[in-house]
């Protein structure tokens, strides 16, 4: 039987200790790496005002904001934020923002979106929605990047059970797809929990077609795709990622 996922099942497992432990308790230097490539293709100018969507505990705005520009994070997750402001300085501020909703007009030189965050919601309204934010936030010529995974990639390829262990916690993961979002459950098992826990995740199966039939009509034109965090060149079938930067129109 498959499960009712939540509808707004990202506001807790965003929140939890177990969805950071899962995911970014990893190679930090994979991540670093990556900003420095895009910094490198972007060649912003010193000083450049940058917006990270949904980010987390800050993970890449604070790379960012270490080379010198000046960084805002906003994520709907109030402990992720509360944990990002701990580094918080006069170059690297944070703040709990709903994507969905405006932030600013004319603020911000570049915006970038991580790790696929996006394509978290139910309608096509309230992903056209982020999209406006952000269109609206950046300045004229301002610059986009998304990062999304490459669900051309992942459909053939999709696991449907697997079973991770990081530390004394055990994960239990299964995924499945219905042609049009990704869905995983997570079951966790951990001896300092009175019971075990279950989130979920639901992602839209977005091509690179979709893309362009979302961004263009809301003032962002894509100017390059890649495939992967090495900035490769993109491969409908072969590439992990679907990078994609888009310039404000």
Request: with cysteine; hydrophobic share 40%.
């Amino acid at each position: 039987m498959i499960p009712t996922v939540p509808r707004d099942w990202f506001r807790e497992w965003f929140d939890s200790p177990y969805y950071h432990k899962l995911y970014f308790e990893r190679n930090e230097k994979e991540a670093a790496d990556f900003i420095d490539l895009l910094i490198k293709c972007l060649q912003p100018p010193p000083g450049s005002t940058m917006l990270d969507v949904a980010c987390g505990r800050g993970r890449h705005a604070r790379f960012l904001a270490g080379k010198g520009f000046d960084v805002t994070g906003i994520d709907l997750a109030p402990d992720s934020i509360a944990f990002a402001r701990q580094f918080e300085n006069d170059h690297l501020h944070f703040y709990v923002h709903d994507m969905r909703e405006l932030l600013c007009a004319n603020c911000f030189d570049y915006a970038f979106n991580f790790f696929t965050s996006f394509g978290y919601f139910n309608t096509r309204r309230e992903h056209v929605n982020v999209l406006r934010m952000v269109h609206v936030a950046l300045r004229p010529k301002g610059v986009f990047v998304l990062d999304y995974l490459n669900a051309e990639h992942i459909m053939p390829r999709l696991v449907p059970n697997e079973t991770k262990t990081i530390g004394r916690t055990v994960y239990t993961i299964t995924r499945w797809c219905d042609g049009r979002h990704f869905y995983k459950r997570i079951g966790i098992e951990d001896p300092e929990l009175p019971q075990p826990l279950e989130y979920f995740e639901k992602v839209a199966v977005f091509t690179l077609n979709d893309f362009e039939g979302l961004l263009a009509p809301n003032g962002l034109e894509i100017r390059g795709v890649y495939g992967d965090y090495k900035l490769s060149p993109y491969d409908r079938e072969q590439s992990p990622r679907l990078i994609l930067v888009a310039g404000k129109t």
